[in-house]
């Protein structure tokens, strides 16, 4: 299967659940009883992950057992990445040494690296160990990234409080996290240290999905479709590791059930007739995908690739950005990015930076820059849009 797949130009990412075990009567408990897992000064076994049985990922021969797991999904499947379920229960001192073995092996930043940066309660790590938190991301390898849950909420509203909005469905003060999000958290005082790090996101296949958030915040379908078309333009126009959920692009649904790991397969499995029916958001979602490749400025994984986002601007419901799209090593049809969000539902205009511009994006087509118009001056950005243009100099 996976011979296949990257015959046909896809790359194979694996989740792996490395931090519990489902029953405690394993074979790690077999081998080394109470060895492999955490247990509390009370006797019972620590429960991290809201499944039981931790692993104490800190103990070197556990470390070695996932290490070697790694290693050998990588080099007999050729697996071409890991996603690493609830990352937080696990050490930074384990998860640096898996990226720095994939890479000594592969090459940097070959086979990816990334997980959830929390974990369901606390657990009794060992031996002055750090848990792979968010509150440690500077204590991880640039090269290992983790879901971006502030870009997350920032842009849909909060993820386990369905009626809370966020940017583009009608949530107020969202716009410094936005600006944030563009440049992956990165920049002074910030513990990120490159958007390799950040893998930025709105729907994964935890809680709701973007569709069915939407639902509860965005009555109107019409203006949902909006929002969606937004959602989907903001996070693929931010720096970091792009990331979606499959058929988001086609409005997935889950029925509106926002914790679905044991419903049956009719509200789990892919619609595909969605794809036909959704065939405009496809196309749009698809049109975005194809752009990005081409904004060096914004594919940017290096630690100051942040101070590309220049000349921020925001009012309500707003916000605007430059970006230094110049490369050596990828040339680009334009040297400046102009990228405006407006969650207002009303249209406004903006005075565009002097110059003649490209108009790349709007809220009908994502596909502009295959033909774009040309426009100076002063330019109008619809309600619950993004506009994306390019300058092919730099400007005055």
């Known amino acids: 299967m996976i011979k296949a797949l990257h015959k046909n130009g896809f790359r194979v990412i694996m989740d792996v659940v490395y931090n519990h075990t ?10 080394v009883p109470w060895y492999y897992y955490r247990v509390h000064e009370n006797g019972e076994t620590a429960n991290g992950s809201a499944c ?16 070697d797991s790694v290693l050998y999904w990588a080099g007999e ?15 930074t001192g384990l998860m640096n040494r898996i990226e720095m073995e994939l890479s000594s092996r592969y090459g940097k930043g070959e086979k990816l690296v990334f997980g959830e940066p929390w974990s369901a309660s606390e657990t009794p790590m060992e031996q002055e160990a750090l848990p792979a938190l968010k509150k440690n991301i500077d204590r991880l390898n640039p090269q290992v990234g983790f879901f971006c ?16 909005p966020g940017f583009v469905n009608g949530g ?38 973007l569709w069915d958030k939407l639902s509860l ?7 949902r479709m909006r929002a969606n078309r937004m959602a989907a333009a903001v996070y693929m126009t931010c720096q970091g590791r792009i990331f979606f959920l499959s058929g988001e692009e086609a409005s997935r649904t889950k029925g509106g059930l926002e914790n679905s790991y044991n419903a049956p397969i009719e509200i789990n499995r892919l619609d595909w007739n969605r794809m036909y029916e959704q065939y405009e958001l496809v196309e749009y979602y698809s049109g975005l995908i194809a752009l990005r490749k081409r904004l060096p400025g ?23 950005f430059l970006v230094d799209n110049h490369s050596e090593s990828q040339p680009s049809l334009w040297e400046t990015l102009c990228v405006i969000y407006n969650s207002r539902q009303e249209e406004i205009e903006r005075n565009l930076p002097k110059g003649k511009w490209e108009v790349l994006v709007d809220a009908h087509s994502s596909r502009l820059w295959q033909n774009p118009f040309v426009t100076e001056g002063t330019i109008r950005v619809e309600g619950r849009s993004v506009l994306v243009l390019g300058q092919t100099g730099k400007e005055g």
């Open 22 to 31: 489902y029953f405690l009567d394993s074979w790690f408990q077999r081998t």
């Open 172 to 209: 107020k003060g969202q716009e410094g996290a936005i600006l944030s999000s563009v440049k992956a958290w990165c920049g002074p005082g910030s513990k990120v240290q490159a958007p390799s790090q950040v893998v930025t996101y709105v729907s994964a296949h935890d809680n709701w999905t």
């Open 217 to 223: 915040t965005v009555e109107d379908e019409a203006e």
């Open 52 to 67: 039981g049985n931790d692993v104490a990922s800190e103990r070197i021969m556990c470390a070695n057992y996932i290490v």
């Open 77 to 91: 499947y050729h697996i071409d990445g890991f996603r690493f379920d609830l990352m937080g229960l696990l050490d």
């Open 298 to 320: 914004l594919c940017d994984k290096s630690k100051d690739a942040w101070k590309r986002i220049r000349d921020e601007w925001k009012t309500d419901g707003v916000v605007g």
């Open 149 to 164: 849950d502030d870009t997350r909420d920032a842009i849909k509203g909060h993820t386990f409080e369905g009626k809370t």
